[in-house]
């Protein structure tokens, strides 16, 4: 049965034929993986036959071209999650996608004064912009949110204790603990309270001359209801400045616009948490802020100076493009017209009228191409960790048939569409597609109905892929 199986250079000729132009080292070593694997279930099932050539050449070809591609693809997400972690959190604005082609088509000034002719400072620009925003007296961009909380406390805290209430000891998306990323700056972790019920004096009877700071973190992914309690932010205020320690406040969802006025939960926003007295306040640049995948932190002047100076911020600093987006986002509030140039707050801002509109028109045209489709009212969730448990009235297009094989279809096709299955229907949400998506979904679904011609389309090697796992809407950070 092994020596069925073809040799190497056949199966590269054979395979090249299909092809056309494919670098010829990658072939060699696509066809030795083929056919190492063909041995392999030979040698380990005495029942089994070989494949046939056009089996190997099929396998090796489709490999190829898979290799060949970029993983990353658009997607659009009708899974009704506005922040959805696994398809990449916020969508950016036109005016950040702008800026980060004006920036990344040739040299910027990056780290040079154009006044002076020196070297200047790629912080110096986006701190006064986050401080103009946010109302803080400067603020600082790094990596993502676990960074800007593991550089405040390995600056200000390591060697030191530092404060946390039980009920906010949280595990993050991909397994992060806050426990964990205190630990890894340096500090110790002391806990206060109880689960469900911390006051004002467990936090003083905890204060030692060896604490640094009291550290309040966001419930990014879950609630504590029923008989709770947590001290008034002028209590932690007024005990922090009395100790003379810090008040260091992880609030990872990052809203700037207050989530209220879409009907959504009172969620402080960061000014709300900068005028309760945090020294420092950490958050996320690509949730409710609607931007890049950042950590900002804002806060007193003298902090982010020697935030700014601390040798770790060489390995967390953001580069040109995140700057460029950071930079457009922050001007659409500054200009008061995030509602309409964000896509996160467009979504979020919607009116389920028209969202049910949308539905029906798009319904309606799938039952014009031979589909069965209805527009049926649904809930969106924010999602990405923040305001958990809150939904918005939704509307969606409901399609008929088996659930299971209509996601897989859209998923596998392009662009690729996610949505979520419900009572065993797949529900395509338009809270989180765009109305100049409408058109783009209309023709993906047509494209994949189970009638139509299918479109050629590249699988990947990888059992299960970060998409695979989105049917159903997710609230992690």
């Known amino acids: 049965m092994l020596r069925a199986l073809p040799a190497v250079d056949r199966l590269v000729r054979e395979a090249q034929a299909h092809i056309g132009e494919a670098p010829h080292a990658l072939l060699v070593e696509l066809a030795r ?8 279930r030979l040698e380990d099932d005495a029942q089994a036959t070989p494949p046939t050539l056009a089996a ?3 396998e090796v070809v489709a490999r190829a071209r898979a290799v060949s591609r970029p993983y990353l693809r ?11 972690t696994n398809l990449g959190r916020a969508p ?8 980060m082609n004006a920036v990344a088509r040739g040299y910027s ?18 701190g006064d912009l986050l401080a103009r925003v946010t109302g803080a007296e400067s603020g600082l961009a790094v990596n993502n949110n676990a960074a800007a909380v593991l550089l405040a406390l390995s600056c200000f805290c390591q060697g030191r204790e530092v404060l946390v209430s039980r009920s906010q000891a949280v595990e993050i998306g991909g397994g992060f603990r806050i426990p964990d990323v205190l630990r890894q700056s340096g500090a110790r972790l002391v806990e206060v309270g109880t689960t469900n019920r911390t006051y004002i004096h467990d936090y003083a009877a905890a204060i030692t001359p060896d604490t640094a700071a009291i550290l309040t973190v966001h419930r990014s992914n879950f ?7 947590d001290p008034a932010d002028e209590e932690l205020r007024r005990l922090a400045r009395e100790a003379g320690i810090l008040w260091i406040d992880d609030w990872g969802s990052g809203a700037i616009l207050a989530p209220a006025r879409y009907g959504l939960a009172a969620e402080p926003t960061v000014r709300d948490r900068v005028r309760a007295g945090c020294d420092l306040v950490c958050f996320s640049g690509d949730k409710l802020l609607g931007g890049p995948q950042a950590g900002l932190i804002v806060g007193r002047r003298e902090l982010i100076a020697r935030l700014r100076r601390h040798p770790l911020l060489r390995a967390l600093r953001v580069d040109k493009l995140t700057i460029a987006a950071l930079e457009a986002t922050l001007l659409s509030y500054l200009r008061d017209q995030a509602e309409d140039e964000l896509p996160v707050w467009r979504m979020i801002a919607t009116p389920p009228a028209a969202l049910q509109q949308r539905a029906l028109a798009l319904a309606e045209r799938l039952r014009a191409a031979g589909i069965a489709a209805e527009a049926v009212a649904s809930e969106s969730a924010v999602g990405g960790g923040s305001l958990p448990g809150e939904t918005q009235t939704s509307w969606a297009v409901a399609l008929a048939g088996a659930a299971e094989e209509w996601h897989r279809r859209l998923r596998l096709g392009e662009p690729a569409v996610v949505g979520r299955i419900v009572a065993d229907r797949l529900l395509l949400d338009l809270r989180t597609v765009l109305p100049e998506q409408d058109v783009v979904l209309a023709q993906a679904i047509i494209a994949a109905a189970p009638t139509a011609r299918p479109r050629p389309a590249i699988q990947r090697t990888a059992d299960t892929t970060e998409a695979d796992r989105c049917d159903s809407p997710t609230h992690d950070s």
Not at 74 to 84: E, L
Not at 92 to 99: G, I, N, Q, R, V
Not at 109 to 126: F, I, K, M, V, W
């Open 223 to 229: 609630r504590v209801i029923g008989f709770t309690h």
């Open 92 to 99: 950016l604005s036109e005016a950040a996608l702008a800026a």
């Open 74 to 84: 658009p997607v659009i997400n009708a899974s009704g999650v506005v922040i959805q």
């Open 109 to 126: 000034n990056l780290e040079y004064d154009l006044q002076t002719g020196t070297r200047g400072s790629r912080y110096a620009t986006l």
């Open 56 to 58: 190997l050449v099929d």
């Open 33 to 40: 993986e083929t056919l190492q694997r063909a041995r392999a």
